[in-house]
């Protein structure tokens, strides 16, 4: 059992955080000031194949694994969590074309993706339906002239700054195999926007109600079969919970980072308080919950890859874990920079608002212990 990089794979971890320091840390705190980060960045991470991780070549896509993509989150998040983790979405409907849309589907909107030339939001909760996203009731129906859809979608990063928006929808019955998905393009009539959301955290993303008014996209806007969309959003998430786990550790690195510098800086009682055994014991800590969450993570996404049949429960037990463990580690290390943690110069206090949200987005973490649950019943006997 290897648990090392290989040197492909530090490469891409050190393009992504080498990215990251020069376009993305220096303007994290204006981007965050105007809620919004600048079109004119995404042009420049898809060339670095960052636009279509998980595309094939064919298509203009990297192919990367999913383990690989851990590492650019991760990397990403170290510079701003926001901006990794909205890319994070863009990818994620990548990956859902890519793996369940037909040859003219993925001919038709992979190569824009993967050029970042449009930018794709992923559509799935509304405002009567979030964690009983079986729930929802935005309605496609089938007419002679395409799919009309009406609803709402809620909580939707990209609202009204995206290009595409992959939106689950009912065509059926009730319940999940009711469901299907459908690719929805901007500036189709009768698609509209909410107010941009004022958020604690992620402040640099855009993040609005989708809104469809007998909005009318052309029947081949329907990805894969009619009836399997909620199996496909499901399918979507595994990947999307390890990106969002693999973003708030990249946060939470950062944060420990900086809070080490600090301590070596900061003097109180006339040593620095790097020197205070207390806090060397909870330092190290900190560096053992970030460490043991790391492991974990490339394990899930590795059974990801592996298409292992656990990989849903491991995908659900990172993603609790590791956006947990980040949280608190950042949480310390505000508490660890004193009064000074509370400043934004510091940076810190920044982190902790980001990563507070992974706790609760792509599936809240009470949700990740249903999942795990349910899965260990299943297991018995």
């Known amino acids: 059992m290897d648990f090392a990089l290989s040197g492909e794979q530090q490469a891409v971890f050190d393009m992504a955080r080498a990215f990251g320091a020069e376009h993305i840390a220096p303007h994290a705190r204006d981007w965050e000031r105007q809620g919004t980060i600048p079109k004119a960045l995404w042009p420049k991470v898809a060339e670095l194949g960052l636009g279509g991780l998980y595309v094939g070549e064919?298509?203009?896509?990297?192919?990367?694994?999913?383990?690989?993509?851990?590492?650019?989150f991760?990397?990403?998040?170290?510079?701003?969590p926001a901006v990794g983790s909205f890319l994070s979405i863009h990818n994620m409907c990548g990956g859902m074309i890519d793996r369940f849309g037909s040859a003219e589907t993925k001919a038709r909107w992979l190569p824009p993706l993967c050029t970042m030339e449009k930018f794709f939001s992923y559509c799935l909760t509304e405002p009567g339906s979030g964690s009983d996203a079986a729930a929802l009731r935005t309605r496609a129906e089938r007419t002679n002239a395409?799919?009309?859809?009406?609803?709402?979608?809620?909580?939707?990063?990209?609202?009204?700054?995206?290009?595409?928006?992959?939106?689950?929808?009912r065509t059926g019955e009730d319940g999940p195999k009711g469901i299907s998905t459908v690719i929805v393009e901007d500036g189709t009539p009768g698609l509209s926007f909410g107010g941009l959301e004022d958020k604690m955290g992620w402040r640099a993303q855009p993040t609005a109600q989708v809104q469809f008014d007998?909005?009318?996209?052309?029947?081949?806007?329907?990805?894969?079969?009619?009836?399997k969309g909620f199996a496909y959003a499901m399918a979507g998430l595994d990947g999307g919970r390890l990106n969002i786990a693999a973003s708030a550790l990249g946060g939470a690195q950062a944060a420990l980072d900086a809070t080490l510098l600090y301590m070596g800086e900061r003097k109180a009682?006339?040593?620095?308080?790097?020197?205070?055994?207390?806090?060397?014991?909870k330092v190290a800590e900190l560096e053992v919950k970030l460490q043991s969450a790391r492991t974990f993570l490339r394990q899930a996404a590795w059974k990801l890859d592996a298409k292992a049949p656990d990989a849903t429960k491991f995908c659900a037990m990172a993603k609790m874990l590791v956006t947990d463990n980040a949280f608190d580690v950042a949480n310390q290390c505000l508490q660890l920079h004193g009064g000074?943690?509370?400043?934004?110069?510091?940076?810190?206090?920044?982190?902790?608002?980001?990563?507070?949200?992974?706790?609760?987005?792509?599936?809240t973490n009470e949700i990740m212990r249903l999942i795990t649950a349910r899965a260990l019943l299943a297991e018995r006997g």
């Open 58 to 72: 064919e298509h203009g896509g990297s192919g990367l694994s999913r383990l690989d993509a851990t590492l650019v």
């Open 74 to 80: 991760e990397a990403l998040a170290m510079a701003c």
């Open 269 to 281: 009682f006339g040593r620095t308080i790097d020197q205070f055994q207390a806090l060397q014991f």
């Open 214 to 227: 007998d909005c009318l996209v052309p029947h081949e806007n329907l990805l894969g079969e009619e009836g």
């Open 340 to 363: 000074y943690g509370y400043l934004a110069d510091y940076g810190v206090e920044k982190i902790v608002r980001d990563l507070r949200v992974h706790q609760i987005l792509e599936g």
């Open 146 to 169: 395409g799919w009309k859809l009406n609803g709402s979608k809620a909580f939707i990063s990209g609202g009204g700054y995206s290009d595409v928006y992959v939106t689950m929808v």
